[in-house]
Nanobody, 122 residues
């Protein structure tokens, strides 16, 4: 099991940037696949990005590819989502998620943080 706590959300103007952080508990963080999943207002959760346990492989939704970067620092038990060139369509609650198995480009993750709100104004 792992406990996940997101931070870094907030209000930003279109074209701006934010970096989300997800702090994880546990000594075995390095064994987890990590992902960022978001839920826009009134919509279902959708996959944003994922990173393999070693950090060697990353995956992105087409809607964020080239703008967002997922990374992890296993020594700090932290995963990041650097979000650049934000637009109002990026407005959502962003969740950090984890699973012990390999990356899935979807929402089939086992452990979830509480979410952090990202609002992008036009």
């Amino acid at each position: 099991q792992v406990q996940l706590v997101e931070s870094g959300g907030g209000l930003v103007q279109a074209g701006g940037s934010l970096r989300l952080s997800c702090a994880a508990s546990g000594r075995t963080f390095s064994s987890y696949t990590m992902a960022w999943i978001r839920q826009p207002p009134g919509k279902q959760r959708e996959f944003v990005a994922a990173i393999s346990s070693s950090g060697g492989n990353t995956y992105y939704a087409d809607s964020v590819k080239g703008r967002f970067t997922i990374s992890r620092d296993n020594a700090k038990n932290t995963v990041y989502l650097q979000m650049n060139i934000l637009n109002p369509e990026d407005t959502a609650v962003y969740y950090c998620a984890a699973r012990r198995q390999s990356v899935v480009v979807g929402t089939a993750y086992d452990f979830w943080g509480q979410g952090t709100q990202v609002t992008v104004s036009s």
